[in-house]
């Protein structure tokens, strides 16, 4: 089993023009987002989330019928950066995040896989968006490079398949359908308090929910 990663505590700090992002989690590889390395990152899926968020405004996903622990939060980040596709692949900092087949199977769900040619085109690496043998799957390119932006986090819970009940007092905040629900900073700001008071040190604290036992790598074709 990996190791979990997790951070000293921080204070609780809301800005008070921050909104909170939710979505529905139908699958939980570890892909999207991915956790690993201390920074979770949104660089895949979820495009009108990654075109609209801001630096300082959080994202949550709550698990979905699909997963064994509906209901429950699998991750919560805060939004601390926010770059291009090709500024993370550029990027030294971000190369572990970018597919490894040969190692670890965190390594195999690297999300850093889109970048341009010389041409200017969209190129897809072979990972668990493409087909196999890194066959560009374009429905998930299409998807994927509505938004250029991938959001970063080092202020984040991921939880897995530990995840957490959200109390009833705040079921306000749950998608129940496909798409996103956009909460403004009042109505938020409490949530947020109390996964600071809650929760504890940030980081990685479980392993994806897909994963189970086997710890075999899979694809997504995209449906």
Same mark, same amino acid.
């Given at each position: 089993?990996?190791?979990?990663?997790?951070g000293k505590p921080k204070e609780?700090? *809301?800005?008070?023009?921050?909104?909170?992002?939710?979505?529905?989690?139908?699958?939980?590889? $570890?892909?999207?987002?991915?956790?690993?390395?201390? /920074?979770?990152?949104?660089?895949?899926?979820?495009? &009108? /989330?990654?075109?609209?968020?801001? *630096?300082?405004?959080?994202?949550? &996903?709550?698990?979905?019928?699909?997963?064994?622990? *509906?209901?429950?939060?699998?991750?919560?980040?805060? *939004?601390?950066? /926010?770059?291009? %596709?090709?500024? +993370?692949?550029?990027?030294?900092?971000? !190369?572990?995040?970018?597919?490894?087949?040969?190692?670890?199977?965190?390594?195999? +769900?690297?999300?850093?896989?889109?970048?341009?040619?010389?041409?200017?085109?969209?190129? #897809?690496?072979?990972?668990?968006?493409? %087909?196999?043998? &890194?066959?560009?799957?374009?429905?998930?390119?299409?998807?994927?490079?509505?938004?250029?932006?991938?959001?970063?986090?080092?202020?984040?819970?991921?939880?897995?398949?530990?995840?957490?009940?959200?109390?009833?007092?705040? !079921?306000? /905040?749950?998608?129940?359908? #496909?798409? +996103?629900?956009?909460?403004?900073?009042?109505?938020? #700001?409490?949530?947020?308090?109390?996964?600071?008071?809650?929760? $504890?040190? #940030?980081?990685?604290? &479980?392993?994806?929910? !897909?994963?189970?036992?086997?710890?075999?790598?899979?694809? +997504?074709?995209?449906?």
């Amino acid at each position: 089993m990996e190791l979990r990663e997790i951070g000293k505590p921080k204070e609780a700090y *809301v800005d008070e023009k921050c909104c909170l992002y939710s979505y529905v989690i139908t699958r939980d590889y $570890g892909f999207a987002p991915n956790p690993f390395g201390g /920074i979770c990152t949104l660089a895949t899926c979820k495009p &009108g /989330i990654r075109n609209h968020a801001k *630096v300082g405004d959080w994202v949550i &996903g709550i698990a979905g019928v699909s997963l064994s622990c *509906v209901g429950k939060i699998i991750f919560l980040m805060e *939004v601390n950066k /926010i770059i291009s %596709f090709q500024e +993370y692949w550029n990027c030294e900092n971000f !190369n572990y995040k970018k597919p490894g087949f040969n190692s670890a199977l965190k390594y195999c +769900y690297g999300d850093n896989i889109y970048h341009l040619d010389e041409n200017g085109q969209w190129v #897809q690496e072979n990972s668990h968006h493409s %087909f196999s043998n &890194g066959v560009v799957n374009t429905l998930n390119l299409d998807r994927d490079t509505k938004a250029d932006r991938v959001l970063i986090s080092e202020n984040f819970w991921y939880f897995g398949n530990d995840a957490k009940d959200i109390p009833k007092k705040f !079921n306000y /905040i749950k998608k129940k359908r #496909q798409g +996103y629900k956009k909460i403004l900073s009042t109505e938020c #700001q409490d949530f947020i308090n109390w996964a600071y008071e809650t929760f $504890g040190p #940030q980081g990685q604290h &479980g392993l994806p929910v !897909n994963w189970g036992s086997k710890n075999l790598f899979s694809r +997504y074709d995209g449906k």
